[in-house]
């Protein structure tokens, strides 16, 4: 067999379908070998190793099967990059793979020469190179295990082009695959059941206890087990921006997301003064604590974690109890314990909340009815998710950094237990989400794939709109068009800095250059126009379709963070919040 065969021959025998990627002068070799099997594992060509990347990223995230994305040598490993670091942070499986210079070609200046195994390190949980075909099945196995045990994330694979087309004889290898490591979490733990007990006996002792539930709550598909537990003992829960859509928006005890970008005050409030809290699946970081200052009443000595990765646990706050495991499991098995805790006991500390979380919303119904032009972000929420409820199917929804994320996080109403909601927060680059709904597509076909993105984002993977057409993906693409990289001009104004400079570019025509490149589109310059384009699109399904909404900038008008709130001397709790401009 040819290294190349062995290598495709592993890849089907894991289970993968789809493999992304970008030809170059090193992977004809694996292009040869992917092409006899068509028919088990498909090549998806992206326009950009970037691209290829995020789409393997949404894969992995709307899946539990990790996402595969390939690229040849030099440039093509660099641009692969950004993603791989994004999954990684996310703890998203991915596997790269690079397929390099031959190997008798390494120190002697040829063309496109990398050290890509020492590039990837710091971004990834392995990497390595292949210095032997015969090892091409072991290492395989290796990256598959690391991808998908313990805490999941991106592994790298250095693969010389002369690996793959060396000959092996079949009877000096083993091509056995690990059949737990084809999905994620392979190889799931559970702490002892005393720790378990532990915890309920905190939270029996709780008057204001509250659940936090993190991404680690979606990654781990236990959104429905975090809220039984949450109705079994009548807790109210909160969620962190990655966590959205562990719990229907619309439950009694889904209070709303807390953290920095994109929050509910009353939610923050909830943290606040909550005398236990109960976080899973969150590491408990700079957005979740805006930098830990907030809460402002310390969180030490009244939370505990439940995290698959003991690295985290009391990293920022002196916990009361630190519990290591796989959070499905882990909450499957504080289901099938019993304890004494009085649900009532805990009806007039939702009913506080409630009260809360209902004066918020009743003043938000203003914004988001605002009809004014430019369209405000609030509003074009609003017209999306009442686009969304009407369509009466579930989506696999990717958002960019920028316009799409306070706004979304803030308004955006999940309650569809099938639905998926994914923005990535590591490193919050932008660039993801046009490209991701190709990954989401190949992840469930079954569910309309929507990107969400502003312009900045889209000049930076505009060429994806090929892709779409060329595959035919039914993906609803919304640009927040405003001309501008709103969210540092906003940066630049929340210091003062009114003359913000570099910051601003020409508008893109979105309507006309989606139809260029095939797609149908809209453009929105009014709420009418927008839910006329959004009614439009989500019954369209011959491809993919693109609305070009027009809306006002971040820049203008303070965004709902509350890092920037509090710098503008704003109670970001407020429940009534007034409108701010910058000037």
Same mark, same amino acid.
């Given at each position: 067999?040819?290294?190349?065969?062995?290598?495709?021959?592993?890849?089907?025998?894991?289970?993968?379908?789809?493999?992304?990627?970008?030809?170059?002068?090193?992977?004809?070799?694996?292009?040869?070998?992917?092409?006899?099997?068509?028919?088990?594992?498909?090549?998806?060509?992206?326009?950009?190793?970037?691209?290829?990347?995020?789409?393997?990223?949404?894969?992995?995230?709307?899946?539990?099967?990790?996402?595969?994305?390939?690229?040849?040598?030099?440039?093509?490993?660099?641009?692969?990059?950004?993603?791989?670091?994004?999954?990684?942070?996310?703890?998203?499986?991915?596997?790269?793979?690079?397929?390099?210079?031959?190997?008798?070609?390494?120190?002697?200046?040829?063309?496109?020469?990398?050290?890509?195994?020492?590039?990837?390190?710091?971004?990834?949980?392995?990497?390595?190179?292949?210095?032997?075909?015969?090892?091409?099945?072991?290492?395989?196995?290796?990256?598959?295990?690391?991808?998908?045990?313990?805490?999941?994330?991106?592994?790298?694979?250095?693969?010389?082009?002369?690996?793959?087309?060396?000959?092996?004889?079949?009877?000096?290898?083993?091509?056995?695959?690990?059949?737990?490591?084809?999905?994620?979490?392979?190889?799931?733990?559970?702490?002892?059941?005393?720790?378990?007990?532990?915890?309920?006996?905190?939270?029996?002792?709780?008057?204001?206890?509250?659940?936090?539930?993190?991404?680690?709550?979606?990654?781990?598909?236990?959104?429905?087990?975090?809220?039984?537990?949450?109705?079994?003992?009548?807790?109210?829960?909160?969620?962190?921006?990655?966590?959205?859509?562990?719990?229907?928006?619309?439950?009694?005890?889904?209070?709303?997301?807390?953290?920095?970008?994109?929050?509910?005050?009353?939610?923050?409030?909830?943290?606040?003064?909550?005398?236990?809290?109960?976080?899973?699946?969150?590491?408990?970081?700079?957005?979740?604590?805006?930098?830990?200052?907030?809460?402002?009443?310390?969180?030490?000595?009244?939370?505990?974690?439940?995290?698959?990765?003991?690295?985290?646990?009391?990293?920022?706050?002196?916990?009361? =109890?630190?519990?290591? /495991?796989?959070?499905?499991?882990?909450?499957? !098995? +504080?289901?099938? &314990?019993?304890?004494?805790?009085? @649900? %009532?006991?805990?009806?007039?500390?939702?009913?506080?909340?409630?009260?809360?979380?209902?004066?918020?919303?009743?003043?938000?119904?203003?914004?988001?009815?605002?009809?004014?032009?430019?369209?405000?972000?609030?509003?074009?929420?609003?017209?999306?998710?009442?686009?969304?409820?009407?369509?009466?199917?579930?989506?696999?929804?990717?958002?960019?950094?920028?316009?799409?994320?306070?706004?979304?996080?803030?308004?955006?109403?999940?309650?569809?237990?099938?639905?998926?909601?994914?923005?990535?927060?590591?490193?919050?680059?932008?660039?993801?989400?046009?490209?991701?709904?190709?990954?989401?597509?190949?992840?469930?076909?079954?569910?309309?794939?929507?990107? =969400?993105?502003?312009? /900045?984002?889209?000049?930076?993977?505009?060429? !994806? +709109?090929?892709? &779409?057409?060329?595959?035919?993906? @039914? %993906?609803?693409?919304?640009?927040?068009?405003?001309?501008?990289?709103?969210?540092?001009?906003?940066?630049?104004?929340?210091?003062?800095?009114?003359?913000?400079?570099?910051?601003?570019?020409?508008?893109?025509?979105?309507?006309?250059?989606?139809?260029?490149?095939?797609?149908?589109?809209?453009?929105?310059?009014?709420?009418?126009?927008?839910?006329?384009?959004?009614?439009?699109?989500?019954?369209?399904?011959?491809?993919?379709?693109?609305?070009?909404?027009?809306?006002?900038?971040?820049?203008?008008?303070?965004?709902?963070?509350?890092?920037?709130?509090?710098?503008?001397?704003?109670?970001?709790?407020?429940?009534?919040?007034?409108?701010?401009?910058? =000037?």
């Amino acid at each position: 067999m040819r290294g190349a065969d062995i290598l495709v021959e592993m890849l089907v025998g894991y289970g993968v379908d789809t493999i992304f990627g970008v030809p170059g002068d090193t992977n004809v070799p694996l292009y040869e070998a992917l092409q006899h099997r068509e028919d088990e594992i498909r090549h998806v060509m992206a326009r950009d190793e970037r691209s290829a990347g995020y789409m393997a990223d949404a894969y992995g995230r709307f899946t539990n099967r990790p996402g595969v994305f390939e690229c040849p040598s030099g440039a093509g490993a660099m641009y692969s990059l950004p993603p791989v670091a994004e999954s990684n942070g996310s703890s998203v499986p991915v596997i790269l793979l690079t397929i390099d210079i031959p190997l008798p070609g390494e120190g002697r200046g040829v063309l496109t020469e990398l050290d890509c195994a020492k590039l990837f390190e710091p971004v990834t949980k392995l990497s390595v190179q292949v210095k032997s075909p015969e090892k091409l099945p072991e290492i395989v196995r290796r990256a598959f295990r690391v991808a998908c045990s313990g805490k999941p994330g991106a592994v790298h694979l250095q693969i010389p082009e002369d690996m793959l087309l060396a000959e092996v004889d079949p009877a000096r290898i083993s091509l056995h695959v690990e059949e737990e490591c084809r999905t994620f979490p392979a190889y799931p733990t559970l702490p002892p059941r005393a720790k378990l007990e532990d915890l309920l006996k905190l939270l029996a002792k709780a008057e204001r206890p509250l659940i936090v539930a993190g991404g680690g709550v979606n990654r781990a598909r236990a959104g429905d087990r975090i809220t039984e537990l949450a109705e079994k003992y009548n807790v109210p829960m909160c969620t962190t921006m990655t966590g959205q859509g562990a719990i229907d928006d619309d439950h009694r005890l889904a209070i709303g997301v807390i953290g920095d970008n994109g929050f509910h005050p009353h939610a923050n409030w909830a943290l606040e003064h909550s005398d236990f809290t109960l976080f899973v699946g969150s590491r408990i970081g700079s957005v979740v604590t805006i930098g830990w200052t907030f809460p402002r009443i310390t969180l030490n000595r009244r939370l505990a974690q439940i995290d698959i990765s003991p690295e985290i646990m009391a990293n920022n706050y002196e916990n009361l =109890l630190s519990i290591q /495991g796989d959070a499905l499991l882990v909450l499957e !098995e +504080l289901l099938s &314990l019993d304890a004494a805790i009085e @649900p %009532a006991r805990h009806d007039a500390w939702i009913d506080e909340l409630n009260s809360r979380r209902k004066v918020f919303w009743d003043h938000a119904e203003e914004a988001l009815r605002d009809e004014r032009v430019p369209l405000r972000p609030e509003r074009a929420v609003r017209a999306f998710n009442e686009a969304l409820q009407a369509s009466g199917k579930p989506a696999l929804i990717y958002s960019d950094a920028g316009t799409p994320t306070p706004y979304m996080t803030r308004f955006l109403k999940i309650n569809d237990r099938e639905t998926r909601f994914a923005i990535p927060r590591a490193f919050g680059g932008l660039g993801s989400a046009l490209p991701a709904t190709v990954g989401a597509w190949r992840a469930d076909p079954s569910k309309r794939p929507i990107g =969400l993105f502003g312009d /900045g984002s889209f000049g930076m993977t505009v060429g !994806e +709109l090929e892709t &779409l057409v060329r595959l035919q993906v @039914p %993906a609803i693409l919304v640009l927040f068009n405003n001309g501008t990289f709103g969210w540092i001009k906003g940066l630049h104004r929340l210091k003062g800095h009114n003359q913000c400079f570099g910051v601003d570019f020409l508008a893109p025509r979105g309507q006309a250059i989606a139809e260029a490149y095939g797609l149908k589109a809209w453009t929105a310059r009014t709420a009418a126009q927008l839910d006329e384009a959004l009614a439009g699109a989500f019954a369209h399904r011959d491809g993919p379709c693109f609305i070009d909404v027009h809306v006002e900038s971040i820049a203008d008008r303070v965004p709902p963070v509350y890092s920037w709130l509090l710098k503008r001397g704003e109670d970001p709790l407020d429940l009534r919040p007034a409108e701010k401009a910058y =000037l």
